[in-house]
């Protein structure tokens, strides 16, 4: 880039340099001379000032040593005026004469262009030829590997406490190696960040490398995989070379899963070649190095397990979604600058499972609202209002039929009524979407869990009791029920038995249909004045399913 923009700065100089002298031509040709009358004419001549003249057409030109002056022709004598001075006669038009001038200025302003422009066309042609060439021999010759600073600390990353615990050793080897060479102490050579998408992993990363002052070495999972055989091993190599060059050092791979994933099943050599030679360089590390490999995935099922074994990544952390304390610093740290009248407890509470990625697209859109509606602060309500669409996207009710209507409404009522009776917590539900709490706790019970079962199961269980039909509107209610009871069988132990059983499953999901279904035959009149509501409104609050149930009961 830089011949190309020294290139364009002389065009330009040269163009405003050739304009420049192309205007003071042109301003010195067209002077105005004065038009003066003949006892002026008189005057001028009987003291000698007019050195020349020069007859153009019906006018005299009259020069003296400072000034031109006009005269009509015909006004004079000629004869007369030529004994005092030359005269020269014209017979072209000026004007004429300085648009030639012109013309010739800016031609040679457009063949010098276009000569500079032909130059670098011919520079570039054999720039493209070379990295042709070289792409031929090497696809990543053009692509070097350099380190970056970063400028994020730990003071920058909100929340994850015991994550920083974990890593300040890190972060002290690489500012301290002799304290721990004293003692013999090799640290971890990798660190495998664990964690679901948007919790932080590479801002974890880089403010180990801010807090460090070391080189940060940035690379993707994907960007060793080729199609070239051969060429994945080669970045790898190149990856460690520099990171042992600028050491110590921290190289960080995000989405290790994408190179690092278990080898067997489906082939793939250029994907195998790579893994090896990064199992290889993370072999060949002196304990002197000074470089430390941290990774992020956020499937470490299907990691290979000669990464995770020791000498590798043989330290794990993991990253969980923030809780509720987490959720205010981070929170606070996002809505800093900006006008605010919040209760910044209650966003973090109403945040529940939402990633630190998450919150920031939720204070984003937040202000969004705020803007459209012209206000001067963000308020708790334009959180309430995107809320749903930072967590499921905005869905419409435009394309339902008026049956199709009646049906996801009295659906959603049956889900709504059973929320509340069975103490599933909720902001509100619409006829298009729900979005039930998840509870904010490292502790749950097998009867609010089969609670949020029953909840799941309620809309079915409702359009089969009033049309006797199943509708496919249930489908994503019915995993979210399937998903919950896996869980409690195989994971919680809170089957019939304490050995995983499938069949422990389907008899949670049957009793909790069954159970459902008595309760709402019971419940029809609240369910029918919830269902009219949620057609006229398309939506009902917590509150005012206790003032319908309160008349009801």
Known sequence: MLPLFKSQKLMLSLMALTFLVTLLLFGYVRIEAKIIDLPTYHALLESGSIQKAVVEENEVVLYTSNDRYIIIKDGIDIHTLLKHVPIEVKTQNPLLQELILIGVLLGAMLLLLLYARKKRAQELQKESEKEQKAYAFDPFGASIIRPVRSRITFKDVAGIHDVKEELEEIVDFLKNPLKYKRYGITLPRGVLLIGPPGVGKTMIAKAVAGEASVPFFYQSGATFVQIYVGMGAKRVKELFSQAKANAPSIIFIDEIDAVGRARGGMRNDERESTLNQLLTEMDGFEESSGVIVIAATNKIEIIDEALLRSGRFDRRVFISLPDKNDRQEILKAYLQGKPTNVNVEELATMSVGFSGAALATLVNEAAINA???????????????????????????????NEEKKIQALYQAAKALSAYWFEIDFDKITIVNDRLKDMDAEIESKTHMLSKIKVYLSGSAATKMVYHEKFSNATEDLSRAIEIAKTMVEAYGMGEK???????????LENAQKEIAHFLEGMGKALDVIANELIEKESITKLRIKEIMDEIL
Do not use: C, H, W, Y
């Open 371 to 401: 803007l459209r509606r012209s206000a001067q602060t963000i308020e708790q309500s334009d959180f309430m209002a995107v809320r749903q669409k930072v967590l499921m996207g905005k869905k419409k009710v435009l394309s339902f039929s």
């Open 498 to 508: 304490m050995i995983p059983n499938e069949g422990d499953v389907m008899l949670i």
